[in-house]
């Protein structure tokens, strides 16, 4: 690494955040801005009072918080990395190194990405971040009209109930104009309409669920391996422990995308229901005295597997060629807490 050089550790949050400039072994310099464009800007100042040229930046991989500022460096050339967040959590804890809540800080993030070098994030193409921002102003608008109903049910005043029931008018049109511009946007782009038909192929997965699905993986192509797209999903097992010590057995790690998951609850239930191999996993599961939840996350670790195949290979789902042999039920109780 030359002396215009460096990593750059970021700890989003989102109104700020703050960014940990590591050179080579020395102690980190950390400042805090703010998370809109002028702390950017204020970013960019920094950085250059440095005398810095490329600084190749880290971030966890939490909500949307951190896209503009991720997008913004791309922007200058600097190269950007978006980690999930059990990785750089794994790297703390080896290190003991955790701070008081387990979450990684900037410099923890920032000799992340000097050991282990992350690979480098490239922003979604212009119909996929429109794909993404109409997949979460829908999921913001269908929150607001849950919440509005949940109102309704227990308001007594005529007057506040007529306002509710206008709002969820308004409400439900809006959300009408946001599904009709997502298919819009489907049949506009053929890439994402292959996509999509790839993931639709898949037992319990329409296309209201594929566009979800599409929208928070991105390019497919950032993800090396199925395992990498369960983390990333937080469908992976993790063992929980405090300090040295090991809690139970494992379970699913939720560290990670919570829309994904969401998205993939009700497809789990579906194939149980529809697809052979997998109503076959559930009897065995549920034979081993597995309860439905446990069975229900082993499902959906298989899905997201499979939406990785398809999307990887552009081959639709044959759900004839989808072996589950015993091998893999072992390997899958991994994933599982203990019975009660």
């Given at each position: 690494m030359s002396e215009k050089e460096a990593i750059l550790g970021i700890d989003i949050s989102k109104e700020k955040f703050s960014a940990a400039l590591l050179k080579g072994e020395k102690k980190s310099q950390v400042k805090e801005f703010a998370n809109n464009l002028e702390g950017f800007e204020q970013l960019k100042k920094?950085?250059?009072?440095?005398?810095?040229?490329?600084?190749?930046?880290?971030?966890?991989?939490?909500?949307?918080?951190?896209?503009?500022?991720?997008?913004?460096?791309?922007?200058?050339?600097?190269?950007?990395?978006?980690?999930?967040p059990a990785r750089i959590k794994g790297f703390a804890q080896r290190r003991l190194s955790r701070t008081k809540n387990d979450q990684a800080d900037a410099t923890t993030i920032a000799r992340f990405c000097l050991a282990l070098k992350p690979q480098a994030w490239t922003p979604p193409s212009p119909e996929m971040a429109q794909l993404q921002s109409y997949s979460r102003r829908l999921r913001a608008l269908e929150q607001m009209a849950t919440q509005e109903k949940n109102r309704l049910k227990t308001t007594v005043d005529e007057s506040l109930i007529e306002d509710i029931e206008a709002h969820l008018v308004f409400l439900e049109t809006q959300i009408d104009n946001v599904k009709k511009r997502q298919k819009e946007l489907l049949n506009e782009y053929s890439s994402l309409k292959s996509q999509a038909d790839l993931l639709t192929s898949i037992v319990g997965i329409g296309e209201p669920t594929a566009m979800t699905i599409l929208a928070e993986i991105g390019d497919i192509n950032q993800f090396s391996s199925a395992r990498q797209l369960a983390a990333f999903a937080g469908l992976t097992p993790q063992e929980h422990q405090s300090g040295t010590s090991v809690k139970g057995k494992?379970?699913?790690?939720?560290?990670?995308?919570?829309?994904l998951r969401k998205a993939l609850y009700f497809p789990a239930l579906s194939s149980m229901r529809h697809c052979s191999p997998m109503k076959d996993l559930r009897e065995r599961f549920l034979e081993a005295g597995k309860n439905k939840m446990q069975i229900v996350g082993v499902v959906m670790h298989k899905l997201i597997r499979i939406v990785y195949g398809v999307l990887k290979s552009g081959k639709p789902f044959d759900q004839t060629k989808l072996a589950l042999p015993n091998v893999v039920l072992e390997e899958e109780t991994d994933f599982l807490p203990a019975s009660p």
């Open positions: 920094w950085l250059e009072q440095n005398q810095l040229e490329k600084v190749h930046a880290c971030l966890e991989a939490t909500s949307t918080y951190g896209h503009s500022v991720a997008t913004y460096l791309h922007s200058l050339d600097h190269i950007v990395s978006i980690v999930n494992t379970r699913l790690c939720k560290i990670g995308n919570p829309h």
